[in-house]
């Protein structure tokens, strides 16, 4: 038996031809209901808070989350050899990075600076900040980044891209983004990564922030935006809750769903059916998906009309002002309001494609 969360496009038409599936709303889900139905893989968003309290004892061995990040997935599950977790990472890169640039186009559409006077610092260069750094060197952007691991490790970064530590990147760039996981410990713990001592000293007129709640502090950018920078905050750090102070001020302000395009979507779902069909020695064929091909940013006459087909495809700007529609409401009713929001989210399709995906 194979659970999926039933919000999970696609992913239990792939599973069925192995085992029965039920889709399931996880969020009732009860250890009890794991170890009753023999359930052998739980298939869930980051909405599923995996613990021990919930799998210890079940059949359960195969754990998928069609996220890239795993802070939603108890370390001590993480890291036991009776669970296999699968990670759709890279998925949604895409997605996410489309969210950056329309949040540097409406930026630019408002201060209007020549985009080639400005500088992007790119704060972790994963499979989001590669992206986002080929968008914005299209659009003549100079591009800096700063990635301790991946320098360590002896990655070759584009030749349009200077690495930086992280003092001058913040020093220098014009509009700061952040792209790095959740990480509490470590060499590189990335927890309050950017506090308020960093961010006066940054000249960006533009901060982002997609990467994870508590990568950047929220007060820390709340008085930047007091001082007249402009946020776009898609992430906080008490989620599904949003800050409605931080949320006011932003020049864009959505519920953590910068990768929820439908492209993203059914990347995932294939990305953890092949794991599964690997873990149980079978052969995977992935079907071909009915989604409208996406074109080169390069191909674009110039950033008004890139920003144009960003929010008519991904609507990004009806989705902020949703947001603030239900500000005032109460918490716990905000809080239900959005995860209904996200759970049903409309199936909205990216524009562009990078190098990355072709």
């Known amino acids: ?6 919000t999970i496009p696609l992913l239990a038409d792939l599973l069925a031809p192995l085992e029965q599936v039920r889709s399931v709303d996880v969020r009732q889900l009860q250890r009890d209901e794991l170890i ?6 739980l298939m869930f968003r980051s909405t599923l808070r995996v613990s021990r309290e919930l799998v210890e004892g079940t059949p359960v061995e195969f ?9 939603h997935i108890a370390p001590e599950i993480l890291s036991d050899p009776r669970y296999r977790v699968a990670l759709a990472a890279g998925a949604n890169a895409n997605a996410v990075a ?6 540097i186009l409406l930026w630019n559409a408002q201060q209007n600076i020549p985009l080639r006077r400005c500088s992007l610092g790119i704060v972790g260069f994963g499979n989001i900040g590669r992206r986002v750094a080929e968008y914005c060197h299209e659009l003549g952007m100079e591009i800096v980044t700063n990635d301790p691991p991946l320098v360590e490790q002896g ?17 220098e760039s014009s ?5 790095v996981p959740l990480v509490q410990s470590g060499k590189y713990p990335t927890v309050r990564l950017l506090k308020q001592a960093q961010l006066q000293q940054s000249a960006a007129q533009l901060i982002i922030q997609t990467s994870r709640g508590g ?7 709340l008085e930047r935006s007091r001082s007249g920078v402009a946020v776009a905050v898609d992430v906080w750090e008490r989620e599904p809750d949003v800050s409605p102070t931080l949320a006011r001020r932003a020049l864009l302000a959505t519920p953590h769903i ?9 990347a995932a779902s294939l990305k953890i059916a092949e794991q599964y069909f690997a873990f149980r020695n079978e052969r995977f064929e992935p079907p071909p998906l009915p989604l409208p091909q996406r074109i080169r940013l390069s191909s674009i006459r110039g950033p008004e009309q890139a920003l144009a087909l960003l929010l008519r495809s991904r609507q990004f700007d009806a989705d902020h002002r949703w947001l603030c529609s239900i500000l005032p409401e109460r918490r716990s009713e905000r809080i239900a309001a959005i995860e209904h929001f996200r759970a049903t989210y409309p199936e909205r399709t990216e524009v562009f494609c990078t190098s990355y995906d072709t």
């Not at 950047?216 to 950018?221: C, D, G, S």
């Open 258 to 266: 910068a990768g929820h395009s439908i492209n993203a979507k059914l």
């Open 1 to 6: 038996m194979i659970f999926v969360d039933r």
């Open 36 to 41: 009753a139905s023999g359930c052998r893989a």
């Open 215 to 221: 990568v950047i502090v929220e007060r820390a950018l």
């Open 98 to 103: 489309e969210y950056v640039l329309a949040s």
């Open 63 to 71: 754990l998928g989350s069609v996220t890239s990040g795993c802070d």
């Open 175 to 179: 509009v700061i983004t952040v792209h």
């Open 155 to 171: 990655f070759e970064f584009p030749p349009y891209v200077r690495v930086a530590s992280l003092t001058a990147l913040l020093a």
